[in-house]
């Protein structure tokens, strides 16, 4: 348990609702193993970055004003989609800036930095016994900040290693190109699948050569790609959401 006063509001991108529901329980669950108040408003939708990618983000607007009337009365928002969060601290700057937008933007926080830069939860004394790759999704890594991008020349961070870092068992590998796109890029990949499909193979070589057991990440999305990639190939790899792994916690 940790002293913590504030509402949370826990916001599940469309595709982890419909496709892979076990990453939004685990968000959840983890939350609430921390002894936090966390709601989930059941009148949420998507948070509009599907239409804006694809060029239509003024049709968007009504998604993302959904969006602020469904959150605006938490203290917090939290979300296992590091893009997801990126969108609405960025790109809701086409509303009117309201109190209420204004406070959504400010305080919409992807799990793994709000562990760490609101809750200073660094180590739950997790216990994972695999080699695991960590695969540094776009928006995350140089929207959000979540670590330091190969091309800058300053000290390594990550936030996404920190968390694992501590746990008990876990291995995690040296990737040959760490920050290297798997190739989703949304709508891109539907777009322009071949050069999607190409890049996702050479990040899943990079973590199979490396002796990865499971990639995981904080986007679903990048590792609904990969997944695909590695059943149709049938590679011995595993994809699993970073909330997944920090949930194996147990208080």
Same mark, same amino acid.
């Given at each position: 348990?940790?002293?913590?006063?504030g509402r949370i509001g826990l916001f599940i991108p469309c595709y982890i609702d419909q496709f892979y529901p076990q990453v939004g329980i685990a968000t959840l669950e983890l939350l609430e193993k921390?002894?936090?108040?966390?709601?989930?408003?059941?009148?949420?939708?998507?948070?509009?970055?599907?239409?804006?990618?694809?060029?239509?983000?003024? !049709?968007?607007?009504?998604?993302?004003?959904? %969006?602020?009337?469904? /959150? #605006?009365? =938490?203290?917090?928002?939290? $979300?296992?989609?590091?893009?997801?969060?990126?969108?609405?601290?960025?790109?809701?700057?086409?509303?009117?800036?309201?109190?209420?937008?204004?406070?959504?933007?400010?305080?919409?926080?992807?799990?793994?930095?709000?562990?760490?830069?609101?809750?200073?939860?660094?180590?739950l004394g997790i216990h994972f016994p695999h080699k695991v790759g960590i695969h540094q999704s776009c928006h995350g890594l140089r929207g959000l900040k979540l670590g330091t991008g190969s091309e800058?020349?300053?000290?390594?961070?990550?936030?996404?290693?920190?968390?694992?870092?501590?746990?008990?068992?876990?291995?995690?590998?040296?990737? !040959?190109?760490?920050?290297?796109?798997?190739? %989703?890029?949304?709508? /891109? #990949?539907? =777009?322009?699948?071949?050069? $999607?499909?190409?890049?996702?193979?050479?990040?899943?070589?990079?973590?199979?050569?490396?002796?990865?057991?499971?990639?995981?990440?904080?986007?679903?999305?990048?590792?609904?790609?990969?997944?695909?990639?590695?059943?149709?190939?049938?590679?011995?790899?595993?994809?699993?959401?970073?909330?997944?792994?920090?949930?194996?916690?147990?208080?």
């Amino acid at each position: 348990m940790i002293t913590f006063k504030g509402r949370i509001g826990l916001f599940i991108p469309c595709y982890i609702d419909q496709f892979y529901p076990q990453v939004g329980i685990a968000t959840l669950e983890l939350l609430e193993k921390l002894g936090l108040d966390v709601a989930y408003p059941f009148r949420q939708t998507c948070c509009g970055q599907p239409m804006a990618n694809s060029g239509c983000e003024e !049709d968007a607007r009504k998604v993302y004003q959904k %969006f602020v009337a469904n /959150f #605006s009365s =938490f203290d917090y928002v939290v $979300s296992p989609s590091g893009s997801c969060v990126y969108h609405v601290r960025k790109h809701y700057n086409i509303l009117e800036q309201t109190e209420d937008v204004k406070k959504v933007r400010q305080n919409t926080f992807e799990l793994c930095e709000f562990l760490l830069d609101v809750l200073n939860v660094d180590d739950l004394g997790i216990h994972f016994p695999h080699k695991v790759g960590i695969h540094q999704s776009c928006h995350g890594l140089r929207g959000l900040k979540l670590g330091t991008g190969s091309e800058l020349v300053f000290e390594k961070q990550s936030k996404v290693h920190k968390l694992l870092s501590k746990a008990k068992g876990l291995e995690i590998i040296n990737l !040959d190109r760490e920050d290297e796109c798997c190739g %989703f890029g949304g709508t /891109f #990949s539907v =777009f322009q699948p071949d050069i $999607s499909v190409k890049m996702g193979k050479d990040r899943i070589a990079d973590h199979q050569k490396n002796g990865a057991e499971y990639i995981t990440a904080t986007d679903t999305s990048c590792l609904m790609h990969l997944e695909g990639i590695i059943r149709r190939n049938n590679k011995p790899l595993k994809t699993i959401h970073i909330a997944e792994i920090l949930n194996t916690w147990k208080p």
